[in-house]
C-alpha cells in the first residue's frame, strides 16, 4: 500500500478535480455541438422551404405581367410599359434567387468522400465553361493536381465557380487563370490565380456569404451565391477557403481539403488545361 505525503495528497485532489471539470465541460461542449447542428438543420431546412413557397405566387407575377403585357400592352403608354417591364426584370431576378437559394439548401445530408482525382474534377470544370473561356479569349493554365478525399461532383463544381468568376471578373487584360495544388501534410492547398479586376480586403470575407455581392447586376450578372456554395462544399468537406487579392492586378482563391494517399508526394509540374 502506498502512504501519500500531504502535499501529493493536495495535487492527488486537485487532479481529480480537474478530471471531473474537464469532463463536465467536454459534456458542455458536445450538448453545444448538438445544439448547433440542430439549428443549422432548421435553418436548411426553413430556405428550403421558404424558397420552395415563394415559387408559387412568384408564377403568379409573371404569369399576370404577361397577361397584361399581352392584352393591354397596346394601351399603355411608354411609362406604362417601362414599368411593366421592371416588374418582369424583378421578378426574373427573384425566380433566380429563389433558384439559388433552393440549390444552396439542397447542400445537405452526408458528403461521399473518396479519393478522387482534382485534375479530372478541373478538367470537366473547364470543359463546361469552354464557351466563356474561348469568348474570353482566356489562357486557362492547369498543374498536375494532387489526389483528394472528396465527393468528386461537389469538387468539379467548385473549380467551375471559382474558375467562372475568375472569367467574369476579368479586367481589361486578357484573362490569364492558374490553377495549381501542392501537397501540406494531410491536405491539399489549391490555388485560382487571376489577374483580374481583384477585390478590396475590406469584402474578403464578406463575398463568402450567401448573396454577397461588391456589384450591381448592370455590371456583372449573378446573384452572389457562387461563393458561398464553394465554402459550404468545402467546409463539409473538412476543408478551408479563402481569397488574397489586390484591386487592379488579381484574386487567388485558395481553398484545402484533405490529401488522399500515403506520405507527402513530390509537388506537381507543369500541365496544359
Ligand atoms: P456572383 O458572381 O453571382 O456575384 P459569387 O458568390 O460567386 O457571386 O461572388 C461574390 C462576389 O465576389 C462577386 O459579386 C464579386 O464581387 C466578387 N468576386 C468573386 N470572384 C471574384 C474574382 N475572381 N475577381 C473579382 N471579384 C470576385
Redesign the pocket.
Known amino acids: 500500500m502506498f502512504i501519500l505525503t500531504r502535499s501529493e495528497l493536495r495535487a492527488h485532489r486537485r487532479a481529480q478535480r480537474m478530471i471531473v471539470e474537464l469532463e463536465r465541460s467536454r459534456e458542455a461542449l458536445l450538448r453545444k455541438a448538438a445544439e448547433l447542428s440542430r439549428s443549422n438543420a432548421e435553418l436548411e431546412q426553413f430556405a428550403y422551404i421558404a424558397s420552395h413557397d415563394l415559387q408559387e405566387p412568384l408564377r403568379m407575377i409573371s404569369s399576370y405581367c404577361e397577361l397584361i403585357e399581352r392584352r393591354y400592352g397596346e394601351r399603355l403608354d411608354d411609362a406604362g410599359r417601362r414599368f411593366l417591364g421592371f416588374a418582369r426584370d424583378g421578378a426574373v431576378r427573384m425566380r433566380s434567387l429563389i433558384n439559388?437559394l433552393l440549390a444552396y439548401s439542397r447542400i445537405s445530408g452526408e458528403v461521399e468522400r473518396r479519393p478522387c482525382s482534382s485534375q479530372e474534377a478541373c478538367r470537366q470544370a473547364i470543359d463546361n465553361l469552354r464557351v466563356a473561356i474561348d469568348d474570353a479569349g482566356a489562357a486557362v493554365t492547369v498543374d498536375r493536381l494532387p489526389e483528394v478525399i472528396a465527393d468528386p461532383g461537389q469538387l468539379m463544381q467548385i473549380f467551375q465557380?471559382?474558375l467562372?468568376?475568375?472569367l467574369?471578373?476579368?479586367g481589361d487584360r486578357r484573362p490569364e487563370i492558374r490553377v495549381s495544388g501542392r501537397r501540406d501534410g494531410e491536405s491539399v492547398e489549391f490555388a485560382?490565380v487571376?489577374n483580374?479586376?481583384?477585390?478590396g480586403s475590406e469584402?474578403f470575407e464578406?463575398?463568402?456569404?450567401?448573396?454577397?455581392?461588391?456589384?450591381g447586376e448592370n455590371d456583372?450578372?449573378?446573384?452572389?451565391?457562387?461563393?458561398?456554395?464553394?465554402r459550404k462544399l468545402v467546409e463539409r468537406s473538412g476543408g478551408r477557403i479563402w481569397?488574397e487579392?489586390q484591386v487592379g492586378i488579381?484574386?487567388t482563391?485558395r481553398f484545402t481539403l484533405p490529401a488522399a494517399g500515403g506520405p507527402i508526394t513530390r509537388e506537381g509540374g507543369l500541365g496544359e488545361a
Open positions: 439559388d465557380n471559382l467562372g468568376n475568375a467574369k471578373y476579368r485560382v487571376d483580374g479586376i481583384g477585390i469584402h464578406r463575398i463568402f456569404g450567401v448573396f454577397q455581392r461588391l456589384h456583372f450578372s449573378g446573384t452572389g451565391i457562387g461563393l458561398a456554395v464553394c481569397v487579392s488579381g484574386s482563391f
